[in-house]
């Protein structure tokens, strides 16, 4: 006779660890239409894979040990759903890139979100910002016309 699930879903020991916390909110806010953010994720059609979704320990056996309590768990691609091969751990900083409130902007063949290209190119993101949303300007023009500085403020300063 099969043990019944609570004792299968004990068995294991790690009840009260983040990696299980993380798992059992990730289930919540996609099915749960009672989570507050159940309309971010369940709401607009993500899911979590089958293996996922039934088990911890097949979640735990992807995804391994959280690295530290700065990591929480990030889909690689927020159009997609929970699973292996699109979730990771991953820090605040890393995630805060990975919105899809972010603004994207191509050059060269290359994406990246407007802060990235800002600090690549060494110009304040509210510039750039500003030149995407209010001026209309195409992502080569904002990325690539040079800014003018006031005079007697170097640019480096525009980042300390």
Not at 61 to 66: G, I, Q
Request: aromatic share 10%; proline share 6%.
């Amino acid at each position: 006779m099969p043990k019944p699930i609570i004792a299968i879903k004990n068995h294991h020991g790690l009840r009260n660890t983040s990696e299980n916390s993380a798992w059992s909110a990730m289930n919540d806010r996609c099915y749960n239409p009672k989570n507050p953010n159940y309309k971010y994720y369940g709401g607009r059609g993500i899911t979590v894979c089958d293996r996922w979704q039934r088990s911890f320990l097949s979640f735990y056996e992807d995804m391994e040990k959280r690295p530290s309590n700065l990591y929480s768990l990030e889909r690689l691609d927020n159009t997609l759903g929970y699973s292996p091969d699109n979730c990771a751990w991953a820090t605040t900083k890393t995630q805060s890139r990975n919105k899809r409130s972010n603004i994207m902007l191509t050059h060269e063949g290359k994406t990246m979100c407007l802060m990235d290209w800002a600090i690549r190119l060494h110009i304040k993101p509210v510039t750039l910002y500003k030149r995407i949303s209010t001026l209309g300007w195409s992502d080569e023009k904002a990325l690539t016309t040079p800014v003018r500085y006031h005079a007697g403020r170097p640019p480096e300063e525009m980042f300390t």
